[in-house]
């Protein structure tokens, strides 16, 4: 050990360390889209104050333990002075030294404890003040995307879910394939959704937003393209909302013949409803036509994501959408159809089918 | 073959040098022995469990009338009584005594056919007869994999126990294989215990 | 190949040990197939079914004892084997016992009741 | 090792056991003797310090392939929305780089820990039973080949996590041969598992040297054998659920099969019973290392020992009452998330209290900064903060956001990375010296460490943003919008970094094993039993049984009084007892292989051969060998020759 190298390994602590309070300063902001460090609601707020308890208290911890960790091994290091042949004290160990470190750290764990036993009774059942005016959902998790059903308005929709904004959501998950994982970091922690089990959670947002969630279980194949969205709006919004899909679609697909175009977009227009009713009816639904097992698209053309969240509604991503969907979502069921049902793979569509159906879907206000 | 080294049957039947004298004054052999049976316990929770909650959560079907009490307490009491001839078998080899060995190992291994084939019968009872299947219900399932797995440890037990007993006839049976008669039975016996929870815990409590 | 006893006879004390370790053996599987019989007899008797319940895991704890305790020879070997097979045990115990608290009964309803 | 060794082969039989290396049953196969070939050396060999080389190589092996993974999964997320590798690649990517490193990787590392130096440790010539401990390291190696064989099926290999929750598992929704590949490779490598602990309990227990008392055990011992009963109390429960898994994909039964009242929620519990210990497997070794490690290069006896010894057996108690924390999400109720939230919290203070003990074994010695010793010291500071995220993950509301996050990757990669793989990293350039009697360059030791922390801090640190800001683990790229795409650089240029310092770590043990220089018997100065003979070991490791009379018996010898050194047992007239090599724990562990091959493939047709409908016929033989091999291995015996030592060689002799 020569004297120079231990400067040398001196030099180096105090640049990793000078490095990493530099790294720490020019973190930030924590406001990422989908930041748990950035709460918008009540039980994402305790989540978040409980998390700066634990981090204060492992902080304090880090800085005491880890600096007497630094302090004895710079202090004990061996010099060069040193004569080789005296053997330092072989001490072994102090029993009301471990008594007290025993009794510290059960007490730092205390000081952890009390919030998080506060925070799953808070967590698990909803403020008695909340309940008078929620609302509930039901989310179904599939694989890979979400089904939002509101049984008390008698709404259906998917992907997007709108809640009124300051009041409390109760949320029914339930899987039917694999298990998913609810998850909006912004309003609350996650909870899975189990086939064959009945999970249900609750959150709120305290003013209106856009908040981003996705699945965070792993779910197969196309897992990282499960994306949704929670849209928090006004009051006044959230009703006229609920009242347009109460009403129905733009375009009633019942019947094709009554679609009277008048100009060119609409004929297009009607091209696409005569397309979708050919090809994508059997599993998707609009209005009351059409199957379940795919996303509901009654309301298509107002949302602003599309597959899941993955893509910003728009017609070129669409288009793509529609064209290479196996590209977009690999595995996904729309391409290699459920179960022994045909798929996209197992049928032509033409350029000008799929122009016309983003015509017709984007129209579905 | 009259060579002095041929190491009896045994599954782990490492042999101990009469020179190394283990620390605690039990032959390694019984000690992972004892290990096992540890292991094992974890292993028949772990299946008894399955079954357990799956009869909790799904409310299994009345089985009463599937099943066969007497003859399924007949079973218990032949493997109850494969212990007793286990335990006589291993006091036998410590007292240096070949034929009583044997003998006892004979009606091990009779009572543990037995048992075998009564529960041969029963599956074969259950599936053709009343149509429970593993893969007919949640019941069917849980209830063939733990009796199952219970029938494959008594099967290996015959198979070793059954090795010992041929062995007996063509070597040198020394009384230092007294342990490994010895290592054999705790495995039976532990078997038996595994029927000792199974039984009420399977069979009795639809009764309740 | 021989098929004499090739067996030497044991020293005098084990002779008498085991003579003795005999009629413990006799009188064991007495009270095994008595508790057998017990457990069959119990489960077709009115009694409330917790009592039941308690009653027949009492009975074949008892059994289970008995076997492990003679029959494995765990009360003449050294405590050592009977820790590392409590250790198993307890913790195979403890575990059936936890599983079966984390599961309730009636498993998942049909989903139509909604409570807020 | 080709010392000439004289030996005897008195065939008059002593003891009823002793001579010649014997024929085996029918002659069908020769045992082979000393002055064999040496690669029929290597695979018949019962040796446990050539099992333990053979175990570290492969396990070096997996590190490196689970490594290469890794490098290819963070080179897909070091930008947003990139297709590198499809997203059926990536699953398949984690899925095997998690289960390599756990089961093929760090594991192994500590198996052949265990093989080499315990047996060292407690002044015994081998294990309880050489034989056995064959059969653990061929089933082990040919379990790897088994996982990592799935990757030239069609289908490739497994994508379903090394978690592997159902129902995703089911047959349904993972139709491919993967799944059933993972499923019997893992039951494999369970029973290598389950037959290695069983036998270092054994050992432990019952092979000390005479007054070796377990209160002077060396904490290196302890941790093993408090991880051999987490063994063999965890894998069964792995055991059944992978039966059950099995049985659902292949003979149609509901344990998972939500729909006919099957609970998928029973495989996270059973996984999780088996996988929570499973994380003290991994670690305890590592913590017995270091406290091995600590007091040689800080000259002074372990602080505590009985603490140490104690808060290690809690840990492993514990470490079965706490395995719903990983499943604070899947709706467990007020009740048991309280309950297990507790029991998480209080692991922290038996290990809090290791952490203490060690930082004062290093107060007020004199520290030399020698590679394993840095290494200890980094394994302390990272798996401090590994440490101190798993207590925010004790919390439930916090967890409820961490959960399935980047976050959780940063906690347990600083925990495996930070800790188990650091000190297995001490152990090796520690005990190198032991093993090949060659020391390891200081120089590129301190390199590959600086490399391998700096590397590793860089690449993990950021994920613990990434979680927080909302990133998910497990997929397979991002949107550019989230607002991750710069931690993702930063953490893929760390993993290459932490890529360069393990290569040369990798590289360096290759060049020295080859031309390194023969250094000193006893390096470090250094204070167990294991320096108390030549290194690398003769084959019997200890001429004469050592009779020990104090912890630290090595360090006593050079610095204590005369009356608590070190005594050697009488000189063995006849020899040194020394167990035969088998064919046998080969052949068993080559059946048991073809029997899972033939479990996993039983549906496939088979290819090229007519007449033949399936591979039933591949588990039949695999059945037979495995079964005709434990007869034979039963039959032939341990048999034995005897060894005289050479005085010229060894000198302790």
Redesign the interface.
């Known amino acids: 050990m020569s004297d120079s190298n231990a400067k040398f390994r001196t030099l180096t602590l105090l640049v990793l360390l000078a490095g990493s309070v530099l790294l720490t300063g020019c973190l930030g902001p924590w406001d990422q889209k989908q930041s748990a460090l950035d709460p918008r609601g009540p039980l994402a707020q305790d989540q978040y104050n409980t998390f700066m308890v634990t981090l204060y208290v492992t902080g304090f911890l880090f800085v005491t333990v880890g600096g007497t960790l630094l302090y004895t091994v710079w202090r004990f290091r061996s010099r060069k002075t040193d004569d080789p042949n005296t053997i330092p004290k072989q001490s072994h160990g102090h029993p009301v030294i471990e008594l007290g470190l025993v009794l510290a750290s059960a007490a730092m764990l205390v000081v952890i404890a009390v919030p998080t036993i506060r925070g799953i009774v808070y967590m698990e059942n909803m403020p008695k003040d909340l309940h008078d005016d929620a609302i509930v959902i039901n989310v179904t998790g599939l694989q890979w995307w979400w089904e939002f059903e509101y049984p008390e308005e008698g709404i259906v929709t998917a992907n997007e879910m709108y809640i009124p904004a300051g009041r409390a959501v109760h949320l029914n998950l339930r899987a039917d394939d694999v298990i998913h994982s609810f998850w909006v970091p912004k309003l609350a922690g996650k909870k899975d959704l189990i086939p064959g089990q009945e999970n249900e959670m609750w959150m709120k947002a305290d003013e209106p937003g856009y908040f981003y969630g996705q699945c965070a279980e792993f779910c197969g194949d196309s897992h990282a393209y499960m994306l949704f969205r929670v849209i928090a709006v006004p009051e006044e919004e959230y009703r006229a909302w609920i009242e347009k899909y109460q009403e129905g679609p733009a375009i009633d697909i019942a019947d094709p013949g009554a679609w009277e175009p008048d100009d060119a977009h609409e004929e297009l227009i009607g091209k696409g409803i005569d397309a979708f009713r050919r090809h994508c009816v059997s599993c998707h639904r609009v209005g009351d036509q059409g199957g379940l097992t795919g996303p509901n698209l009654s309301h298509f053309g107002s949302r602003t994501t599309l597959a899941a969240g993955w893509l910003d509604n728009n017609p070129e991503n669409l288009h793509r959408w529609l064209a290479e969907p196996e590209r977009v979502k690999p595995g996904n069921l729309m391409y290699y159809g459920l179960q022994g049902m045909t798929g996209l793979k197992d049928i032509e569509i033409s350029d000008e089918e799929i122009e016309a159906m983003v015509a017709f879907l984007l129209a579905l206000e | 073959m009259s060579q002095a080294h041929t190491e009896p049957l045994g599954k782990a039947s490492e042999h101990v040098h009469p020179e190394e004298q283990t620390n605690t004054g039990i032959p390694n052999k019984k000690v992972a022995m004892w290990a096992f049976l540890a292991s094992d316990c974890m292993f028949f929770g772990t299946l008894i469990s399955t079954h357990l909650i799956y009869r909790k959560t799904t409310g299994y079907p009345d089985v009463t009338h599937i099943f066969d009490i007497e003859l399924t307490t007949g079973s218990t009491f032949i493997l109850l009584m494969s212990s007793l001839f286990m335990a006589l078998a291993v006091s036998a080899m410590h007292k240096g005594n070949l034929n009583n060995a044997r003998w006892s190992l004979g009606a091990v291994i009779l009572f543990g056919s037995l048992f075998l084939g009564a529960q041969v019968y029963e599956f074969h009872h259950f599936v053709h007869d009343l149509g429970l299947t593993i893969n007919g219900s949640i019941f069917g399932t849980t209830f063939y994999t733990l009796t199952g797995t219970h029938g494959i440890h008594v099967l290996f037990g015959i198979i070793w126990l059954s090795s010992w007993l041929i062995y007996s006839f063509f070597g040198t049976m020394k009384r230092e294989h007294a342990l490994d008669i010895e290592v054999a039975g705790l495995y039976w016996h532990f078997v038996d215990i595994v029927w000792i929870i199974i039984f009420p815990f399977v069979y009795l409590i639809e009764y309740v | 190949m021989s098929v004499t006893n090739t067996l030497t006879p044991a020293s005098r004390p084990v002779l008498e040990e085991e003579s003795r370790k005999y009629f413990t053996f006799v009188n064991l599987i007495i009270v095994l197939t008595a508790a057998t019989f017990f457990e069959l007899i119990i489960i077709v008797m009115p009694f409330p079914s917790l009592l039941l319940m308690w009653g027949l895991i009492g009975l074949s704890l008892v059994k289970f004892v008995g076997v492990v305790w003679w029959f494995m020879h765990l009360r003449w070997d050294q405590i050592l084997l009977t820790l590392v097979f409590l250790v198993g045990l307890i913790i195979a115990t403890g575990t059936v016992a936890a599983l079966m608290l984390l599961f309730e009964e009636g498993g998942p309803e049909v989903a139509e009741e909604f409570q807020v | 090792m080709a010392e000439s060794i004289v030996h005897d082969t008195h065939s008059s039989?002593k003891?009823?056991?002793a001579?010649a290396p014997?024929k085996s049953?029918f002659g069908l196969l020769k045992r082979p003797g000393e002055g064999c070939h040496p690669v029929i050396d290597w695979l018949t060999t019962v040796d446990h310090k050539k099992i333990a080389i053979m175990y570290g190589a492969a396990a070096l092996f997996f590190l490196v392939l689970g490594g290469v993974e890794a490098l290819i999964i963070r080179w897909q997320l070091a930008g947003p929305e990139r297709e590198m590798i499809?997203?059926?690649f990536y699953?398949q990517l984690f899925t095997m780089h998690g289960t390599t490193m756990i089961f093929l990787a760090v594991m192994p590392l500590g198996a052949a820990f265990f093989n080499y130096i315990m047996p060292l440790q407690i002044g015994a010539r081998d294990v309880?039973?050489?034989?056995?401990n064959a059969f653990s390291l061929w089933v082990f190696l040919l379990g790897g080949v088994l996982l990592n064989l799935s990757w030239f099926f069609p289908g490739g290999a497994p994508?379903v996590?090394w978690f592997a929750?159902a129902?995703?598992t089911s047959s349904?929704?993972s139709p491919g041969i993967g799944t059933d590949f993972w499923v019997l490779s893992l039951q494999v490598l369970g029973i290598s598992s389950?037959a290695a602990?069983?036998?270092f309990?054994?050992?432990i227990?019952?092979?000390?040297a005479p007054g070796?008392s377990m209160m002077r055990l060396p904490v290196f011992t302890w941790m093993t054998l408090i991880t051999s009963?987490l063994i063999?109390?965890?894998?069964?429960?792995i055991?059944?659920?992978l039966?059950?898994l099995m049985?659902d994909r292949n003979?149609?039964?509901?344990?998972f099969e939500?729909?006919?009242?099957?609970?998928?929620?029973?495989w996270q519990?059973?996984f999780w019973?088996f996988g929570h210990p499973e994380v003290y497997i991994l670690i305890l070794p590592a913590m017995g290392i270091i406290s091995e490690v600590l007091p040689v290069f800080?000259?002074?006896?372990?602080?505590?020992?009985p603490?140490i010894v104690f808060s290690g057996a809690v840990i492993g108690?514990l470490g079965?009452?706490v395995w719903?924390h990983h499943m604070f999400?899947?709706?467990?109720?007020?009740i048991?998330?309280?309950a297990f939230?507790?029991l998480t919290?209080?692991i922290?203070?038996p290990t809090?209290?290791k952490?203490?003990?060690w930082?004062?074994t290093?107060?007020?010695?004199?520290?030399?900064?020698d590679t394993p010793m840095l290494f200890a010291?980094g394994f302390?500071?990272m798996f401090?903060?590994g440490g101190?995220?798993g207590?925010?993950h004790?919390?439930?509301?916090?967890?409820?956001?961490?959960?399935?996050?980047y976050f959780v990757v940063a906690h347990f990669h600083y925990v495996l990375i930070g800790g188990s793989i650091m000190a297995l990293l001490a152990g090796i350039y520690y005990w190198f010296p032991k093993v090949s009697g060659k020391q390891l360059s200081e120089r590129w030791g301190k390199i590959s460490f600086?490399l391998v922390l700096a590397g590793f801090n860089l690449a993990f640190f950021p994920m613990h943003?990434l979680g927080?800001?909302?990133?998910?683990?497990?997929?397979?790229?991002?949107?550019a919008?989230?607002?991750?795409t710069e931690w993702n650089v930063w953490s893929t240029v760390g993993a290459f970094i932490l890529g360069l310092g393990m290569a040369i770590f990798v590289g360096q043990i290759i060049y020295t094993a080859w031309k390194g220089r023969r250094c000193k018997a006893d390096p470090w100065d250094s204070r167990t039993l294991e320096w108390a003979t030549t290194s690398p070991p003769q084959a019997y490791n200890f001429p004469r049984t050592p009779i020990v009379k104090t912890r630290d018996q090595v360090w006593a010898d050079k610095?204590d009084s005369e009356e608590i050194h070190l005594e050697w047992g009488p000189e063995?007239e006849h020899g040194i007892?020394m167990?035969d090599r088998s064919w046998y724990p080969l052949f068993a562990g080559i059946g048991l292989f073809i029997f899972a091959l033939g479990w996993v493939l039983f549906k496939e047709p088979v290819p090229f051969i007519p007449g033949f409908a399936n591979f039933l016929h591949l588990q039949v033989v695999g059945f037979s060998l495995l079964m005709l091999s434990?007869?034979l291995w039963?039959?032939?015996?341990?048999?034995?020759y005897h060894l005289h030592p050479d005085k010229s060689k060894d000198p302790y002799a």
């Open positions: 039989a003891g009823g056991h001579g014997q049953f499809s997203a059926r699953n309880a039973f050489p034989r056995l994508p996590g929750y129902p995703l349904t929704y389950l602990a069983f036998n309990i054994a050992t227990i019952n092979m000390r070796l009963f063999i109390l965890a894998f069964p429960a055991t059944i659920a039966v059950q049985f003979f149609g039964t509901f344990f939500a729909g006919e009242g099957g609970r998928p929620i029973l519990h059973l019973i800080a000259r002074k006896p372990l602080f505590g020992y603490i108690v079965f009452a719903s999400t899947t709706g467990l109720g007020v048991a998330l309280s939230a507790l919290m209080l922290a203070i809090g209290v952490i203490f003990n930082i004062g290093l107060w007020g010695g004199r520290i030399r900064f010291i302390i500071s401090m903060i101190f995220t207590i925010m004790a919390s439930v509301p916090v967890d409820t956001q961490q959960h399935d996050t600086w943003f927080m800001t909302g990133m998910p683990r497990r997929t397979h790229t991002y949107r919008d989230m607002g991750w610095y063995e007892h167990p434990i007869y039963a039959l032939e015996g341990p048999g034995g």
